[in-house]
C-alpha cells in the first residue's frame, strides 16, 4: 500500500501536464531522428503556451535503434538543437524500455515537487520504421534476454509475446477470433487518429486469422509493426499552470511493479506485474477502474493488454479478450481503451509507444483529440506501461484540473 | 570471502552439466534455496555460499511457443523450433528447448501438462548450453 505524500492538488508542488506534441507514426524513412525530435518538441512547446526559453530542465527518452544518436541525447545535443544552450539547468535521460514515459513523468513531476525545476519537456524520438529490420530482430533479441539463460534457447521478443500469449489463452480459454478481435478494436480506433501508422487500412478478424504463423499462436498480424515517430509533452506546477491555462491535468497517483526480468522468471506469466501494481495506483489515487473514463495501456501483442486490463480491473479475470470481441473496448463501446490505436496499430516507436499512449491521454483530457475520437468530457485516466520482457507494470492514475 | 567472479563462473558449470547429460540448478549451501537462474547472491538470504545441485528433469510445461520467423541471427538455427518455460519439481523454473514429436511438430505439447529433461546432442549443447525437453510420452 503506498505510503507516499503525494502533492496536495493545485499547490506549487503539484505537477502539472500543460502542452503535448506528436508527428504521425509510420515508415518515414526521410524524416531524421533529431529533425522528428525537435519538431515534437516544438509541437508541445507551442501546445503548452510557454516560450522555448521557459523550458528550464530536458528529460530525454532514448532511442533503440543507435547508439550514435542515443549519444546525441546523452551529451546535450538536444540543448543547442531548442536554442537552450546556456539557459537550460539540467538535460537527462530516463530509461525503462516500454515503461519509460511512465517513469519519466514520475521524475519530471518529482523535479517540479522537489523545486529542481520549473518547466519540463520530456521528448522522445525513433527511428524503428526505418531501420534495418534484421538488426532490430537482432538487437531486440539480445537486449533485454538474459544471453546465458535465454538466448542459448533462441528467443527473441515475438518468442517472448508468443510465450505470454499461449499462457494467457490457456488460462482464460480465449479462442483465436476472441484474441485477434483485440488488434480489431486497436485498427478501428487508430482509423481516427491522424497520427496512427494504420489509420488508412482496415483490418477483419478473419486477415488475422489469415495471416502466417509467427512465433504460437501469435499470427503476423497480431505482432508490432515497427515504426518511426516521436511525442513530447510539458510539465510544471500547479502554481504555474493556473498563470495561463484554465485546465490542466495532474497525476493523481501512481503504483509499479517490476515483477521480473526474465520471461522463464516471471511465476505468474498470466497476470505480470499489473494486480500487485493497481492496488498501489488506486490506493494512492483514491479512485480506480470504476471511476476512470477512459484508459491508455501498453499493448505490444494482445495478451500483453488482456492481461494487463484483467490486473486492473477494467475487465474480470479471463474475460478481457472476449469483452474486445464483444466490441467493449471498441469506438462506441462500453469503455474507450487505447483512442490511439496503440502499439499494435498506431506503430510500434519503441520506448515511444508507451510515450504515444502517454500523449494521447493527456490528449484526451486536456480535450484536444480530434472529434471522431475524443471521449466527451473525459475526468479520469489509467496509463499502463510495460517494459523489457513485460518486466514492469507502471500505472499513472492521470485526472483532469478545471481551474 | 571467495565470491562468484564473472559470469563464466557462474554459468560455466550449468554447461558443462548439461554436457554430461544433466540438468542441475544453482542451490544455497546457507538456506538451502534452489536457483534459476544462477545469481550472485542468494535471492533468498542474500547470503554467497553457492553451489550445485542436480534435479530430476521432470517438470510441467507453463508455456511455449514455435518460433518460425525471425531467429537472432547469432543464435544461427534455422526456424521452426521451439522455445518452453518449465517449471522443475523441485520449484525452479527455466526457459529451455523442446524436442519435437516422432511427426516432427511439436502440436502434443500442451500448458501444465509434464515433460521431463532430455539432452541433445553433445555437439548441440556446446554450441548452445540449453536445457532441452521433451512430452513424456515420446521419449
Ligand atoms: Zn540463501
Redesign the interface.
Known amino acids: 500500500m503506498s505510503n507516499m505524500p503525494y502533492p496536495e492538488p493545485g499547490s506549487a508542488s503539484d505537477a502539472a501536464f500543460i502542452g503535448i506534441g506528436e508527428i504521425p507514426s509510420g515508415k518515414y524513412p526521410t524524416r531524421g531522428f533529431m529533425a522528428q525530435l525537435v519538431e515534437a518538441a516544438a509541437r508541445a512547446i507551442a501546445d503548452s503556451g510557454l516560450k522555448h526559453t521557459d523550458i528550464d530542465q530536458l528529460v530525454l527518452i532514448p532511442n533503440l535503434h543507435g547508439i550514435p544518436d542515443q549519444a546525441d541525447l546523452i551529451f546535450s545535443r538536444v540543448v543547442e538543437e531548442l536554442g537552450l544552450h546556456g539557459r537550460a539547468k539540467s538535460s537527462m535521460m530516463i530509461h525503462s524500455g516500454g515503461s519509460t514515459s511512465d517513469n519519466a513523468t514520475r521524475a519530471a513531476a518529482g523535479l517540479i515537487a522537489s523545486g529542481q525545476a520549473r518547466n519540463v519537456l520530456v521528448v522522445q524520438s525513433e527511428k524503428w520504421g526505418s531501420a534495418d529490420l534484421s538488426a532490430m530482430v537482432d538487437m531486440l533479441s539480445v537486449n533485454g534476454i538474459p544471453r546465458e539463460w535465454e538466448g542459448t534457447s533462441g528467443l527473441q521478443f515475438n518468442a517472448i509475446g508468443g510465450l505470454i500469449t499461449q499462457r494467457y489463452m490457456h488460462q482464460s480459454g480465449s479462442t483465436p477470433e476472441e484474441m485477434a478481435s483485440v488488434c480489431v478494436a486497436l485498427r478501428e480506433w487508430a482509423r481516427l487518429n491522424p497520427n496512427a501508422m494504420w489509420k488508412d487500412r482496415g483490418l477483419t478478424i478473419e486477415q488475422v486469422l489469415g495471416s502466417k504463423l509467427v512465433a504460437d499462436p501469435l499470427r503476423a498480424y497480431e505482432c508490432p509493426y515497427l515504426a518511426d515517430g516521436a511525442a513530447a509533452f510539458v510539465m510544471t506546477s500547479a502554481t504555474e499552470a493556473r498563470k495561463k491555462h484554465d485546465n490542466w491535468v495532474r497525476i493523481a497517483g501512481s503504483g509499479g511493479c517490476v515483477s521480473h526480468y526474465s520471461s522463464g522468471q516471471d511465476a505468474e506469466l498470466g497476470e505480470l506485474g499489473w494486480p500487485k501494481a493497481a492496488v498501489e495506483a488506486y490506493d494512492a489515487a483514491g479512485w480506480g477502474a470504476e471511476e476512470a473514463d477512459l484508459a491508455e495501456v501498453y499493448d505490444s501483442y494482445a495478451a500483453v493488454l488482456t492481461i494487463a486490463l484483467e490486473g486492473l480491473g477494467l475487465s474480470k479475470k479471463g474475460e478481457a479478450a472476449r469483452d474486445f470481441h464483444a466490441k467493449r473496448f471498441s469506438p462506441g463501446g462500453g469503455f474507450p481503451l487505447n483512442t490511439n490505436g496503440g502499439l499494435l496499430s498506431a506503430g510500434h516507436t519503441g520506448v515511444g509507444g508507451g510515450m504515444a499512449l502517454l500523449v494521447e491521454a493527456i490528449r484526451q483530457l486536456l480535450h484536444r483529440a480530434e472529434p471522431e475520437r475524443q471521449v466527451p468530457s473525459a475526468q479520469r485516466c489509467i496509463v499502463g506501461g510495460s517494459g523489457g520482457s513485460y518486466m514492469d507494470a507502471q500505472i499513472m492514475m492521470l485526472e483532469r484540473v478545471e481551474k | 570471502m571467495s565470491y562468484i567472479e564473472n559470469?563464466e563462473q557462474?554459468?560455466g558449470p550449468f554447461g558443462e552439466a548439461l554436457a554430461r547429460g544433466e540438468l542441475i540448478v544453482q542451490k544455497c549451501n546457507s538456506c538451502s534455496e534452489l536457483i534459476?537462474?544462477p545469481k550472485y547472491r542468494c535471492p533468498s538470504c542474500f547470503g554467497n555460499d553457492l553451489d550445485w545441485h542436480a534435479v530430476s528433469g521432470r517438470g510441467q510445461l507453463?508455456?511455449?511457443?514455435?518460433?518460425?520467423?525471425?531467429?537472432?541471427?547469432?543464435?544461427d538455427?534455422e526456424p521452426p523450433?521451439a522455445?518452453g518455460?518449465v517449471r522443475l519439481e523441485e520449484g525452479p523454473?527455466?526457459?529451455?528447448?523442446l524436442h519435437p514429436g516422432p511427426d516432427g511438430t511439436?502440436d502434443h505439447y500442451?500448458?501444465?501438462e509434464p515433460v521431463a529433461f532430455e539432452p541433445a546432442e553433445a555437439a548441440e549443447v556446446a554450441q548452445?548450453?540449453?536445457a532441452w525437453f521433451a512430452a513424456p510420452q515420446e521419449s
Not at chain 2, 523454473?93 to 528447448?97: F, H, M, V
Request: net charge positive; glycine share 6%.
Open positions: 559470469s557462474l554459468t534459476m537462474y507453463l508455456t511455449y511457443t514455435v518460433l518460425r520467423f525471425g531467429a537472432p541471427s547469432s543464435f538455427v523450433y522455445i518455460i523454473q527455466l526457459t529451455g528447448r511439436w500442451r500448458c501444465d548452445r548450453p540449453a
